[in-house]
């Protein structure tokens, strides 16, 4: 009996450790003259002990997802709390940095280090660009959030290097880690024949106006290489200044995304802000390549670097587009889509200016208030085709479309169609998560393809690209990628910055495909460091720990 008991004792510790509350962590300043940094575990026990503060819970292989969250004190300057905040996510996600790093960019680049000492060049040049007019712009909002981003990343390069198990990585490593949506068209920027590595149909997305507009569902679902699963959800809780010479607290202070690690940006591009706004985006391809001549690594900020100085200096949607619209670097063209909070009352009619939607190409942009589509039709879609017709024309979507069919069309391809037939369906967050994971490929005939069989596992909202035949080509080519979550708010959840999310490749509609496990896959030799085997994980909604109260205007 009392080996027994003593068992259970050890049996209880061994449970109440593996289950033990998140370890906090701060920063400081352990020496001005060489601006070291202390990461210290515990709490700060004074406000002016610590810059940056935070903590990381590494939950990836019991629910798909890693949570961080880092807050910086607003009595220190923006530029101390942007590396500090990089610093101490560096040093709490080290190891899954490099387990990135090495899923993507060391595999991007072991056969292929011609093309990727071209991109290099080209990003080295326009990083010396970016840095001769943050000197000439100090004080530019624009330049300052941006001077505040790469201070950000080169703390969590520091804090990378100084906590790594493995070998130290370099600036570039992290400027790539931030721009893998990006460097595949650089690469066609550098030559237009080229093949970039990365798939160009690149999520599913929805809005929808819920009955007696009672609520407003925003919905994301990213599509993906499988290597890329390597998931965090992030909060950041960052007091920046707009300024030097303007000391009022940026709109965007706090923001919540679906993210990786080694990245301060979303990467899937699914934010929720403290200013009232959220943003997803939709990638579009661009068929016609000419497009991307005459394009120069001087004159350009990248999409993703864009992105963030508008999500943190944005008030509204418009203002957001004009913001971004701004040194477009023609990479990475999305349809881009921001629907402000504040414009939403329940049981009210949707105010002007709700829904912004805008859509990039090489050196073109485009954007526009479609409020009222979203009210008449009750529900926005986007599916990876472009919205706007000059844009549709001009990208190579008609003629591709004319060429190939119906799944280049914008009325006719599969995910418009399901999404018409299926959106009445959704009543409650659980019938939104249905929808969005929805994949009844083999059944549905809006999946139907001049295939052989005659149907695609990417003719669903969450596509299952592995599912496809082995020598399935076109529509119906097989590759290690799919849709790889899904996060959906919505305005009670947004109050907090909340959303639920589901991480791995979709079972599909009433679970009917197979879950996906790597040691079971034909891409099990495919670089997947750190990953879970098997994705077989349920919806969340965490928690977060350093919450602000976020009022709308």
Known sequence: MLLKIICLLVWCCCCVWAHRPNTFYFTQISSAVNKSVDVIEG???????????????????RTGFGYLEIETNIKFDSQSQAYHAGYLEGFLTADLIYSRWHNTVRDWCKDDRENCEKIDAFIDKNSKWIREKLKENGNDPYWY?????????????????????????????????????????????????????????????????????????????????YAEMLRILKKYVFHYRRSPQDPTLIAGFEMSMSSY?????????????????????????????????????????????????????????????????????GTYNNQWMVFDYNKFKKGKNLESGALWVGEQLPHYFTHKDLTNVLVEKGYWSSFNIPYFKDVYRMSGYEQKSNADGTWY???????????????GKVHDMDSFMSLMRSNDFSKDPFAACNCTPPYSAAGAIASR??????????????????????????????????????????TGTDAMLPVFKWSESPF??????????????????????????????
Not at 48 to 61: L, Q, S
Not at 272 to 297: D, Q, W
Not at 476 to 481: D, I, L, M, P, V
């Open 43 to 61: 709490v700060a026990k004074t406000d002016a002990a610590w810059t940056a503060r935070g903590y990381f819970d590494n939950k990836i292989n």
């Open 524 to 553: 099990q030799n495919r670089s997947h460091m750190s990953l879970p085997d098997e994705f077989n994980f349920h919806p969340v909604t965490y928690q977060w720990r350093y919450q602000q109260e976020i009022v709308f205007q």
């Open 261 to 329: 690690p080694g990245t301060i940006v979303s990467v899937d591009d699914f934010y929720l802000i403290s200013s009232g706004l959220a943003v997803m985006e939709t990638t579009n391809a661009v068929f016609n390549r000419s497009l991307y001549a005459g394009i120069k690594p001087e004159g350009i900020v990248w999409e993703e670097f864009r992105s963030m100085v508008s999500n943190r200096l944005a008030v509204d949607g418009k203002a957001w587009h004009e913001m971004f619209g701004k040194y477009n670097s």
């Open 409 to 423: 069309s914008y009325t006719e391809a599969p995910r418009p169609k399901i999404f018409a037939r299926d959106q």
């Open 465 to 506: 690209k592995d599912l496809n035949p082995a020598e399935g080509k076109g529509v119906q080519e097989r590759k290690c990628a799919g849709a790889t979550d899904a996060k959906l708010t919505n305005s009670e959840l947004f109050k907090d910055l909340k959303f639920v999310a589901i991480s791995g490749p979709t």
């Open 145 to 225: 959030q941006l001077e505040l981003f790469y201070a950000q990343m080169s703390g969590m390069l520091e804090g990378y290097n100084i906590n790594t198990k493995h070998e130290k990585l370099g600036a570039s490593d992290i400027l790539w880690l931030n721009l893998m949506t990006e460097v595949g068209e650089i690469q066609l920027i550098n030559n237009q024949s080229s093949t970039p590595k990365r798939d160009t149909d690149h999520c599913s997305a929805l809005v929808k106006i819920m009955p007696n507009n009672s609520d407003i569902y925003f919905g994301h679902v990213t599509w993906g290489e």
